[in-house]
């Protein structure tokens, strides 16, 4: 039977949930191998041997929202809140530009202080003073709110849905509903945005079939970046105490997450080089994956945006992560792309695509 899903990865014919099951299942460390170079086959076909870089400013950690695993849900009363003001935010773009980002990614919590005008307001300044390409993080809004986001110049936009398992989903998120999260990732592409989402790997009570399902949605999606990152337990959520989601399986995701989308754009998490921070970006690099998003939030805010503990890379300041990472991908020899790292599935649409 795997001799024959294999097959189906050479052939390039589609694979079923159940062959996905059944990769997902390995465990012989041959086969893995071998399920990882064919992703880093299909990585090389589709999405070539550039590294994209991302520059992540995180500029606020208010959330109305109480999602269970998240360390700063507004149930986390222990948790130190800030938020980066329009003029700190245009200056931390600033620093990613002059360090060669050629996108930013603006992510904060559910933070309803910055209003759609505010909103739009810092879109057109970044717009007007660098030449960057912008990715909104910021969670649930309105249609007509990422209309005009849309509109003042954001290119792209984050929201994962973290298990297409319905069940799951709704014990995860007391306050979101499953339908209107893939309802948003719909009217984003409708919108004309570059549209991301993703999972989470190892959350409790996932099953192999809930990943299969996961890594078909992405498909079904038509994503053009889909971040796999593992569970990490927060002691200040309703989660505490449970394990934390593996670095191989996450690796396993990430590879099959490349086979089935193919030209997707898939980061090597933060979240993995947490848990394995000698090799996990360049490994999940290697069977897969191909972007990083190094992190330019003034240090003084980056340890508060603890989504989970430990997180790597939070003393460091912008210079100091921008010189590590690019060490780490020449490691590997691999060069770093110098243009926005569009989506693959849009270049046709893009004139500046590059
Ligand atoms: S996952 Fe996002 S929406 Fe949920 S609590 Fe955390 S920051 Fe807020």
């Given at each position: 039977?795997?001799?024959?899903?294999?097959?189906?990865?050479?052939?390039?014919?589609?694979?079923?949930?159940?062959?996905?099951?059944?990769?997902?299942?390995?465990?012989?460390e041959?086969?893995l191998a071998?399920l990882y170079d064919?992703a880093d086959?299909?990585r090389?076909?589709?999405?070539?041997?550039?590294v994209?870089?991302?520059?992540?400013?995180?500029?606020?950690?208010?959330?109305?929202?109480?999602?269970?695993?998240?360390?700063?849900?507004?149930?986390?009363?222990?948790?130190?809140?800030?938020?980066?003001?329009?003029?700190?935010?245009?200056?931390?773009?600033?620093?990613?530009?002059?360090?060669?980002?050629?996108?930013?990614?603006?992510?904060?919590?559910?933070?309803?202080?910055?209003?759609?005008?505010?909103?739009?307001?810092?879109?057109?300044?970044?717009?007007?003073?660098?030449?960057?390409?912008?990715?909104?993080?910021?969670?649930?809004?309105?249609?007509?709110?990422?209309?005009?986001?849309?509109?003042?110049?954001?290119?792209?936009?984050?929201?994962?849905?973290?298990?297409?398992?319905?069940?799951?989903?709704?014990?995860?998120?007391?306050?979101?509903?499953?339908?209107?999260?893939?309802?948003?990732?719909?009217?984003?592409?409708?919108?004309?945005?570059?549209?991301?989402?993703?999972?989470?790997i190892?959350?409790?009570?996932?099953?192999?079939?809930?990943?299969?399902?996961?890594?078909?949605?992405?498909?079904?999606?038509?994503?053009?970046?889909?971040?796999v990152g593992p569970?990490?337990?927060?002691?200040?959520?309703?989660?505490?105490?449970?394990?934390?989601?593996t670095v191989e399986m996450t690796f396993k995701v990430i590879a099959?997450t490349r086979?089935?989308?193919?030209?997707?754009?898939i980061p090597a998490t933060t979240a993995l080089a947490t848990l394995r921070p000698t090799d996990g970006r360049e490994k999940a690099l290697e069977l897969g994956a191909n972007v990083v998003?190094?992190?330019?939030?003034?240090?003084?805010?980056?340890?508060?945006?603890?989504?989970?503990?430990?997180?790597v890379?939070?003393?460091?300041?912008?210079?100091?992560?921008?010189?590590?990472?690019?060490?780490r991908i020449?490691s590997l020899g691999r060069?770093?792309?110098?243009?926005?790292?569009?989506?693959?599935?849009?270049?046709?649409?893009?004139?500046?695509?590059?």
């Amino acid at each position: 039977m795997l001799k024959d899903i294999f097959k189906k990865i050479d052939q390039e014919r589609e694979l079923s949930k159940e062959d996905i099951v059944c990769l997902l299942a390995l465990k012989d460390e041959q086969e893995l191998a071998r399920l990882y170079d064919r992703a880093d086959t299909v990585r090389q076909k589709y999405v070539g041997d550039e590294v994209h870089l991302r520059g992540l400013i995180e500029f606020s950690n208010y959330c109305r929202k109480n999602c269970n695993y998240c360390g700063i849900r507004r149930g986390n009363r222990k948790l130190q809140r800030y938020r980066m003001s329009a003029e700190e935010i245009l200056a931390t773009v600033a620093v990613a530009e002059r360090l060669g980002y050629k996108t930013v990614v603006l992510q904060s919590g559910e933070d309803m202080y910055y209003t759609v005008g505010k909103l739009v307001d810092i879109i057109r300044r970044i717009k007007q003073e660098a030449d960057v390409a912008i990715t909104l993080s910021i969670g649930e809004r309105s249609r007509e709110e990422y209309e005009r986001l849309h509109e003042a110049g954001a290119d792209r936009f984050l929201i994962r849905f973290e298990t297409s398992n319905r069940e799951l989903y709704s014990r995860l998120h007391p306050d979101s509903d499953y339908d209107e999260r893939m309802q948003i990732l719909v009217w984003l592409k409708e919108i004309g945005y570059q549209v991301g989402s993703g999972v989470m790997i190892g959350l409790p009570g996932q099953t192999l079939e809930d990943l299969a399902m996961d890594i078909l949605k992405f498909k079904e999606l038509d994503l053009d970046m889909v971040g796999v990152g593992p569970y990490i337990c927060h002691e200040e959520t309703p989660l505490a105490g449970n394990a934390n989601g593996t670095v191989e399986m996450t690796f396993k995701v990430i590879a099959l997450t490349r086979i089935v989308t193919r030209d997707a754009h898939i980061p090597a998490t933060t979240a993995l080089a947490t848990l394995r921070p000698t090799d996990g970006r360049e490994k999940a690099l290697e069977l897969g994956a191909n972007v990083v998003m190094p992190n330019v939030t003034p240090a003084k805010y980056r340890a508060l945006y603890e989504l989970y503990p430990a997180k790597v890379c939070i003393g460091e300041e912008a210079e100091q992560c921008q010189a590590c990472m690019h060490g780490r991908i020449y490691s590997l020899g691999r060069p770093i792309s110098q243009g926005y790292g569009h989506s693959f599935k849009r270049a046709h649409l893009l004139p500046q695509y590059g």
